[in-house]
């Protein structure tokens, strides 16, 4: 599914290929046929953007969005467990599971980076894809709002990912998370104070019942596991 591939792609910090590959992007996107006509557009609307920016505009952007926002960052399970010890085992089963798959990270991102997440599900089954989204479905939401409070055009890649998604976000926990954090930009000082802060989606006590809440990161790495376990199992019969 290369459609999830191009959009993590999109999500990775901008470089020259980025804009030299816009109009492959489009096309991939187009034949595919994996996505509505809606979201497709709204893609559009981002790669419209991109096109008409210079490379350090677009990558001093990027950089005050994900790296400078600590509420906006693409790392999932920091929205989770921040940078709790509960975090490093997630990240240890998630990159487990993806060499389980046959899949290896050649980046010094960590197993948990969003466009790493949406290269793995590229590999899996569309109702896993679903499943797997729905998971996640309020992080991208509030990330969503977020990136709308700063008028960014990164907002229609979410939007993107959420249409796919089968699950509706829980509004209640999307406006707890933004009164948390809105999405500002912060100064140096601030950026270290809310690293040390609780994140918005309190891990604790609240499981996924495919309702509301936020999914703890145990669950969903079990679920990949189940997958990656099942799929064995036929193989071998």
Known sequence: MRTLKILGFLLTYPTEM???????????????????????????????????????????????????????????????????????????????????????????????YLPVFLEFNATQSLDDVRDNLDSIINILSALKKRLENRDSSYANLFDVLIETASRKPDVKAIENALKQDPGALYNFEEIDRQWEEQFAFDNAGNDYNGESGCPKADEMVARFKEYHDNESERINK
Request: charged letters at 30%.
């Open 18 to 112: 980025h804009l030299q590959n816009v109009s492959e992007c489009r096309a991939i996107l187009k034949n595919e046929k994996w996505l509505s006509d809606k979201s497709l557009k709204a893609i559009d609307r981002f790669l419209q953007e991109m096109e008409q920016s210079s490379l350090l505009d677009l990558q001093e952007e990027y950089v005050s969005l994900f790296d400078r926002t600590p509420s906006l960052s693409l790392h999932l399970f920091e929205h989770i467990h921040g940078e709790s010890r509960d975090r490093g085992q997630a990240l240890a089963d998630l990159g487990e599971l993806y060499q389980n798959e046959g899949l290896s990270i050649n980046t010094a991102e960590m197993p948990d």
